[in-house]
């Protein structure tokens, strides 16, 4: 048996408040599920993306020449509350 497989019937052994208590901690132990975490490498990545500049570039130009065409979002946007 893998130590995955056992990892996997561990948590399947555990009570709900357990599973609980886990899915908080993982992070700590597995730090890819830290979404902010991905994000700061994401965003601190310097690998150039020519792409993507020259697409924020040109969304802000047109920013600075029509920023009614950029309306301020909400959480109504998202389909929830903000």
């Known amino acids: 048996m ?3 497989q056992e ?3 561990a948590i399947q052994k555990l009570s709900p408040a357990e599973r609980e208590k886990l899915a908080e901690e993982l992070p700590l132990f597995l730090p890819e599920l830290n979404g902010d975490a991905v994000w700061e490498r994401i965003i601190g990545d310097p ?3 020519p792409a993507l500049t020259s697409l924020v ?3 802000d130009a047109e920013y600075q020449t029509n920023p009614q065409a950029f309306p301020e979002m909400t959480g109504d946007d998202f389909g929830r509350e903000a």
Do not use: H, Q, W
Request: proline share 8%; net charge negative; hydrophobic share 25%.
């Open 47 to 49: 690998c150039p993306r």
């Open 2 to 4: 893998s130590t995955v």
């Open 57 to 59: 570039d040109g969304l």
């Open 7 to 9: 990892i996997t019937e």
